[in-house]
Each structure stands twice: as C-alpha cells, then as structure tokens.
T-cell receptor, first 109, second 113 residues
Framework: RKEVEQDPGPFNVPEGATVAFNCTYSNSASQSFFWYRQDCRKEPKLLMSVYSSGNEDGRFTAQLNRASQYISLLIRDSKLSDSATYLCVVNKGSNDMRFGAGTRLTVKP | NAGVTQTPKFRILKIGQSMTLQCTQDMNHNYMYWYRQDPGMGLKLIYYSVGAGITDKGEVPNGYNVSRSTTEDFPLRLELAAPSQTSVYFC????????????FGDGTRLSIL
C-alpha cells in the first residue's frame, strides 16, 4: 500500500462546479497535512494546511479525519485558473514529508 | 525576493558523468530538502538537512550525496549518472516544526543519456 494515495483523475469540470478530492494515508502517527498545487512543469506551491477542525480559505475547504486517515479538499465555484494538479502531503514526523502522486483537475469554460 | 534558487534549470548528462545540482535559500530556513519527481508520480525525498553540518537520508538516497556547510546552501551530487536518475529535481526549505510548509525552488530538469 502506498503511504499517501490519491485518485489520479483527471477531473474535468465546468466553470462554477464544485469538486472534491480525497486522499488517504497509511501512517497513523503522521503529524501534519497539507494540500499543494502544482502547475504543469512548475514547482509545488502550498495551497493550504489541513487542521483537525477543518479549515477554509475562500473557495477552498480542507478536512482531516484522523480516525479514518483521510484528507479531503473541496473547491467551490471552480475557476479556469484552478486547473492544476493537487498534491496531498503528509508529514510523518521530523519534516519527513510524503507526497501523493496528485490529482489532476481541468476546469473548462 | 529570491526564496529558493536552483541551478542549473536544465542539464543533459552522459551515463557515468557526475554533476552537482546547486540550491540556495535566503529565508534563513534551518531545514532543507531534495526531492525527485518522475513523470506522473509524486515527489520522493532524497536527502534532507535540519541544519548546517547535519544531513539525513530520505526515501530514495542511493546514487546521491549531499553536504550542508552553510545554512543557505544544500548541493546535491550525482557521482555516476545512470538513466534511472533522469527526473526533475526540486530543492525545498522550511522552518523547523512539523506544521511548517516547505517552499520549493523551480526545479532542475535532468536527462541522462
């Protein structure tokens, strides 16, 4: 089993749609969680950290379920500029990060 | 406002050649990392460092070496390049703390032929 698993997609959605991505992780002792976005042939950039209480940043909402070892990202009112690959990242401890392979999103007009 | 700077951006090597990928950061981050990303895959940690003089192996360290003589610089060395090392290499840095996000350079695309 991979340490961090994501649905690879691609997700093709129209502008304005709501889309959700899921991620599962295998190490129950993992300490922190993040969503990064990566544009084609570019470096990953932090989208948001994920907290146990859930957190929201504008159109983006992240949730963490430690009992199920599951992380989610919800994007509301999708924009063309949201088209990217979304990486689920889990910190096992001592800044030893494990990256999922990413979920690709394409938002179409 | 440089952040994390990687050089070179592109390189083609022949099998058996060696090279050093340079990484420098100006954010005074203690922690630095090297990752590789193969097509369609997630990033895999090669080596990381929690401060000058301290380095540790990550998930895929074989075929690579690192050093950390200053806080700012964290070079990655390939001694005997192999085709399996064709990849995109990303350097990153962060503050200490498990809740600290990493900041990435824009990558080095390396092809070994």
């Amino acid at each position: 089993r991979k340490e961090v698993e994501q649905d690879p997609g691609p997700f093709n959605v129209p502008e304005g749609a709501t889309v959700a991505f899921n991620c599962t992780y295998s190490n129950s002792a993992s300490q922190s969680f993040f969503w990064y976005r990566q544009d084609c042939r570019k470096e990953p950039k932090l989208l948001m950290s994920v907290y146990s209480s859930g957190n929201e940043d504008g159109r983006f909402t992240a949730q963490l379920n430690r009992a199920s070892q599951y992380i989610s990202l919800l994007i509301r009112d999708s924009k063309l500029s949201d088209s990217a690959t979304y990486l689920c990242v889990v910190n096992k401890g001592s800044n030893d990060m494990r990256f999922g392979a990413g979920t690709r999103l394409t938002v179409k007009p | 406002n440089a952040g994390v700077t990687q050089t070179p951006k592109f390189r083609i090597l022949k099998i058996g050649q060696s090279m050093t990928l340079q990484c420098t950061q100006d954010m005074n981050h203690n922690y630095m990392y090297w990752y590789r990303q193969d097509p369609g895959m997630g990033l895999k940690l090669i080596y990381y460092s929690v401060g000058a003089g301290i380095t540790d192996k990550g998930e895929v360290p074989n075929g690579y070496n690192v050093s950390r003589s200053t806080t700012e610089d964290f070079p990655l060395r390939l001694e005997l390049a192999a085709p399996s090392q064709t990849s995109v290499y990303f350097c990153a840095s962060s503050y200490p703390g498990f809740d600290q996000p990493q900041h990435f350079g824009d990558g080095t695309r390396l092809s070994i032929l």
